[in-house]
């Protein structure tokens, strides 16, 4: 029998870029991550809102953390911030593609066409901007990751919301894809697709309403908290998580699985 083989379960020293990080699971994320010893680039469209987050972590010691603003519909912002995040931690490791935006819009409205592109600029098309951006220095690291936020609503669909359902479903199949095409190279890309999660997406829902159902549609019978989606999008990065690639895992609290 072949000696057990210890594989590296620390993401310490790694730099990792999360967008949508001033905020649910993206800020989520970005703490945990930081916690847990990585350098991390808190990107989202208000420089601010991101130091923010780079303030929280400091209040408890933690100064790996750096704020930069980030238009993700902006190719030529993605371009630049990219490169200055490499520039100012001496390269990159891990790539979590979070940022998005809620997007209902009725099929005969007259904004449908603009949300449609917003939401495909947004969820889908600065997902692979990001990725193209950051692989010179991905192809340098030893254990290169990139998770995809989806959405449930990329292995399902609720009314009047196709900009969104199509963006998110794009993603699955954008995962799938980046994971053939980069698997030769060692780098993983991997996608999680989010329920229902208490995060500012969803806080104009009212509580009532987010309890009927979550109680009808999951099988925990409540909403997902954005800590919980970051842990698994941690283990999905870390160097031991080597030999999974092209995954789109529910963290859902069992809707996915619910026919009732």
């Known amino acids: 029998m072949p000696p057990y083989r210890p594989l590296d379960r620390s993401i310490a020293g790694r730099t990792a870029i999360v967008t949508g990080a001033a905020s649910g699971m993206g800020r989520a994320t970005a703490h945990l991550f930081a916690r847990e010893g990585a350098q991390v680039a808190v990107t989202d469209v208000s420089l601010d809102a991101c130091q923010a987050v780079v303030d929280e972590l400091a209040a408890d010691g933690i100064t790996s953390a750096r704020a930069f603003a980030l ?6 912002a993605i371009k630049a911030t990219v490169a200055a995040i490499a520039g100012a931690f001496g390269g ?8 998005g935006i809620s997007c209902f819009s009725a099929l005969d409205g007259d904004a449908y066409d603009e949300d449609w592109a917003r939401a495909l600029t947004v969820m889908l098309t600065a997902h692979q901007r990001m990725v193209r951006a950051a692989l ?6 030893d254990a290169a990751r990139i998770v995809n936020i989806a959405s449930t609503e990329g292995l399902g669909a609720t009314p009047g919301d196709t900009p ?21 190279e060692g780098i993983t890309v991997n996608c999680i697709c989010p329920g229902p999660i208490d995060t500012g997406m969803t806080a104009k829902v009212p509580d009532e309403h987010k309890i009927i159902f979550a109680k009808r549609r999951t099988a925990l019978k409540r909403y997902g908290l954005p800590e919980e989606v970051a842990n698994i999008t941690l283990s999905l990065v870390l160097p031991a998580a080597s030999y999974i690639t092209g995954a789109v895992i529910p963290v859902d609290g069992g809707l996915m699985a619910r026919n009732a």
Not at 92 to 99: G, K, L, R, T
Not at 136 to 141: D, E, G, T
Not at 164 to 184: C, E, F, H, I, S
Request: hydrophobic residues 45%; negative net charge.
């Open 71 to 76: 238009n993700v519909a902006d190719h030529d």
């Open 92 to 99: 990159i490791d891990i790539i979590v593609n979070n940022a």
């Open 164 to 184: 969104y359902v199509a963006a998110k479903t794009g993603v699955t199949g954008l995962t799938r894809g980046l994971a053939v095409d980069l698997g030769p």
């Open 136 to 141: 010179p220095w991905l192809r340098q690291s």
